[in-house]
């Protein structure tokens, strides 16, 4: 299990006069303040308080620095302190998901990993819209560096890199043992590339982990130098990473991609070659066969036979070098005679091979995908004997037989026969074997979803499309069962299911069936906890070792040995290109020392590659490599669109000052200005309408639920405290940030209604009718919200409960209006994309540990379960889905751990999910279980019901309205106070204590009389679009605004 111990990392967060970005970034973190650093160089703003309120470190250094100098004295300190990761930050982001969680899970998962970051929205004031960056990767043929921003598979969990943004990213301390500290003469861009290449070529891996996300402001410190001295900056950076890593040669026809008859490792090599910047064809070619290829001065082969073909020793001294796919066939031609003999891994395309894509299940029993190597059909026809006599025990699995002519090695007509995309395919029931014939050449997604869809891939050879499958079935999470002998071997992790070449030929390579068999016996009695370590264990072999990057790392790790480094041409060609870009563009002359500039630049602005120097390059590029006139045509209209932006941007900074005196002004004299008229019969809806939040995602319920009737409504978007959380616009026609309305409904927590009021002119409110519309846990509201409350003149709540916590401390009128409880349908499989067992009953309990987990106890949901279920046979599992408060709380997330480590059927799944994939999760649980001591609603439990799935609950607080003995199973508790340390505001106030004996008896009750319980949901959806329904809570919202309106002298809407 994962540890998240704060002390194993230690941000730190270069600044300079960043105490307003800080303010912003600090409250996202999630993480301990005692673990993050921030490197103060001599600021003379607010920062050192900002730090002080948060409790972070602050560390002096006095003076600037450039942001790899700020970066080092952080990984310095991260050494002292023997931390095991050190995060390297920006100030000007802030952390939408719990990173640093996510990024730590992913490093523990992997000891090959170096460096890992999150995705990134980049936000840009300048811009139209605000791109979301997946990962950044390099054309070294061009010394280029971009985003990628091309959506990934969704449900995909990593995404391999060529290196990691620095602008957040989490770095191994014991790689930057073996790279060396960040390369001081990059100072601002580009070091994170250097690094990058650093940490491959000493074996590490580098990437982005795309459900962890960031938002970037790379507007809010806008650098107002001459273009032309940032582009010379970067100019200057490009030609020193070049120097330092480019100059290597290496020839190689790389075919037209779309020809049928091109070797796919051919095209990936080649674009892997161009893309390290490899690729040149003054050096010695690369050829993909066997000696005696024609102009083969670096020879590439992946033979894997037992033994070399006797006529390969008259290609001896033919080739500069021999490069081989395993240590077995590289030991055979040594033997031979050649010379120069290196092995280097052949990788598969992780893009492409990875657990998370589509996976549709060949059955529902264990399935087996064998993967023939052509020309074994002796070998295979005994290995499906050794089948048969697997199966023959009872055991209830299944074989998918892959190959060239494989339907007849089963001995036998088939059941049933029929062609689907490239294969044909044939059914043999009794042998529960389906065999697919390859017709036609199958890509490389396919191959993919077929081994995600088995639970092994069993590979019978040592020959190259053997390997190759068990390379391609590992990185796709599928463990396999393989030879350990030939060039298999190479592929050693730990668990591994291997067998030996049979002892009756040992001089063949013919694999000892009798120790398959028990291979598939042991895997097939595989328990889920050992079957996730084996799958772990062979992906991060993968991962670590046999990638496409390693192919072309390896390679590039030999050129040293077999040919002198030089990088004068690229660099030449470089400066040329650059020359011209810069030449072109320019609008003034010389300019000083731009290290010396840009030294006096904090990180944060000095890392911001603006959108005019990335056009200068192109400029200049084309021009050079075409002519002036094609390289106007081609991107003058970019030209001029980003000069539009620019424009726009300059004259905000230039006014910005002013502004903010204006600002001042402007409050000052809102008294005495002419407000605009008060629109009658309308009503304001105030809140977070567009962030990621419980909040938001109710007023977005109200919002649709007013659209459908005839009120008129506008949306204030409030994004104060909330910049983190913020997702799309939504109903954005309707924003109005200018008109008064009669009626304002804000939805905020009431602690919050002073901020509200505080950063909203107090125009908006004054004269019109302000309802609260908010939620409270527990039964009485705190007695210093009394003052609170006194501009609010009614409150919604969204149930009696409610309602009546208020009513001690509130005098005015309440209405009860509910909320909208809305489960749009999801694509995704929950099952398939969170591998449950399709055939299990799964009880689901979620909750978000900021919320307080002594309210959600989840322990009780727990020890309820392992109480109703003692037989650990049992077919039902229960999934604690958790998220938030990164390293609170350890006593709790212990006592979780502890549990699903003591009992394989309890699975705690702690990160962050969307809200796709947790609608996903709900749907394909059974049974939502909540033993909640308080609950303002219970919309985990309201949207199981809407999707029709049993609930058992407290019977106690919000909920209560909807969970009922009709609608679920209600358990029974007894009321005791809240202690102190239990939640907020607990003076005099009590909670539920649930019976946790009711809540066993209750599954096993849902389990054992499934028409009951299928009843009791039925009736719970019926109830649940009904009560919470768009119409019917627009229906209520509307009525109410309408009497409103009415007692305020408006008139009636036309």
Known sequence: MVSFESSRILMAIPSINGG????????????????????????????????????????????????????????????????????????????????LQQLLTAMDEDPH?????????????????????????????????????????????????????????????????????????????????????????????????????????????????????KASYIAKNRLYFASKHLGFRVGHVCADPRSRLQNPLDLAIG?????????????????????????????????AGGSLPAHWAKYVGK???????????????????????????????????????????????????????????????????????????GREASLVLVGRQVINAVGRTPDSSYRIGPFRIATFELEGIEARDILSDVDAELSAELYRAADFTICLGTGARSCMAVLESLACGTPAIRPDYGAAADFDH???????????????????????????????SLDAQDYRRLALSGLNMVRGGFTIRHTIMALYRLLPDMQVRDPRAKLELMEKRLGSSLQAISLSGPTSDPQKGMRRASGAVARRVMTMGRLIQQFGRTWQDRDLATAGRMIGNEIRQFSTHRSRHVVRAAQRAGRMGREKFLDWIAPYR??????????????????????????????????????????????????????????????????????????????ELATVFDNINRSRFDHSYNILRTYWELSRAPEEWREKLARVDEIWAPNEFVADSFRHIFDKTITVVPPCVEVEEVAIDGRAHFGLDPRRFYFLFSFDYFSFPQRKNPLA??????????????????????????????????????????????????????????????????????????????????EAMAFGRSVIGTGYSGNAEFLTAETGYPIPYRLRPVPADGYVHTDGQVWAEPDEAACAEAMIRVVSEPAEAAARAAAGQQFIARRFGTDNVGEIASSR????????????PS
């Open 20 to 99: 307003s970005l800080l303010a912003r970034m600090l409250p996202t973190l999630r993480w301990p303040s005692t673990s993050i650093v921030v490197l103060d160089q001599g600021s003379t703003d607010d920062t050192a308080a900002i730090c002080s309120e948060h409790g972070v470190e602050c560390v002096q250094l006095h003076r600037p620095h450039t942001y790899t100098e700020a970066c080092n004295i952080g990984i310095r300190l991260a050494r002292e302190r023997n931390a095991d990761y050190v995060c390297l930050s920006n100030n000007d982001i802030v952390f939408m998901t719990d990173v």
């Open 113 to 229: 990993l170096g460096i890992t970051a999150p995705s990134q929205v980049i936000i840009d004031e300048t811009l139209d819209d605000q791109p979301l960056s997946y990962r950044v990767c390099w054309d070294l043929e061009r010394v280029d560096f971009f985003h990628d921003t091309h959506g990934p598979d969704l449900a995909a969990q990593r995404l391999d890199s060529d290196f990691c943004e620095l602008t957040c990213a989490l770095v191994r301390v014991s790689a930057i043992e073996k790279t060396g500290l960040l390369d001081d003469e990059f100072g601002f861009y580009h070091e994170d590339a250097d690094l990058g290449i650093r940490l491959q070529k000493a074996g590490y891996s580098c990437a982005y982990i795309p459900h962890a996300q960031i938002e970037h402001f790379s507007s809010s410190t806008f650098n107002l130098e001459k273009t032309t001295r």
């Open 271 to 303: 674009a892997y070659l161009r893309s390290y910047g490899l690729l040149d064809e003054g050096g010695p070619e690369l050829v993909i066969g066997q000696p005696g290829a024609p102009d083969a001065g670096y020879l590439l082969t992946t033979f």
């Open 319 to 393: 080739h500069e070098a021999i490069l081989t796919s395993s240590e077995w066939t590289r030991r055979l031609m040594l033997e031979m005679g050649f010379q120069s003999v290196f092995h280097i891994p052949v990788g598969v395309e992780t893009d492409v091979y990875h657990p998370w894509g589509v996976a549709r299940p060949f059955s529902s029993a264990k399935t087996y995908l064998l993967v023939a190597d052509d020309g074994n059909a002796a070998t295979l026809a005994k290995s499906l004997d050794a089948w048969r006599r697997f199966r023959s025990t």
């Open 494 to 524: 730990e668990h591994a299911l291997l067998f030996p070449r049979s002892e009756h030929d040992p001089s063949a390579f013919q694999p000892d069936l009798d120790v398959l068999e028990r291979r598939l016996e042991e895997s097939f």
């Open 674 to 751: 002419r407000k605009p008229p008060i629109l009658a019969n309308a009503a304001l809806l105030v809140g977070y309408i567009d962030a990621d939040l419980g909040l938001g995602e109710s007023l977005r319920g109200l919002a649709r639920a007013l659209a459908t009737t005839d009120v008129r409504i506008g949306i204030h978007p409030f994004t104060v405290g909330v910049e983190g959380r913020r997702s799309a616009p939504f109903m954005q026609q309707h924003y109005d940030r200018a008109n008064r309305y009669a009626v304002n409904v804000i939805e905020v927590a009431a602690n």
């Open 861 to 942: 949901v727990v020890r309820a379960f392992r109480k109703a279920f003692v037989d650990p046979a049992t077919p039902v599992s229960l999934i604690v889905k958790s998220t938030g408060a990164v390293g609170h709380f350890p006593e709790i997330k212990q006592y979780l751990r502890d549990a699903a480590r003591e009992d394989g059927r309890i699975e705690i799944m702690d990160r962050t999910v969307d809200r796709k994939e947790m609608l996903a999760l709900l749907k394909s649980a059974d049974c939502y279980v909540s033993m909640h001591r308080a609950e303002g609603f219970g919309l985990g439990m309201a």
């Open 1041 to 1052: 605004l309408k009497e409103i309106f009415a007692d305020l002298g408006a008139q009636k």
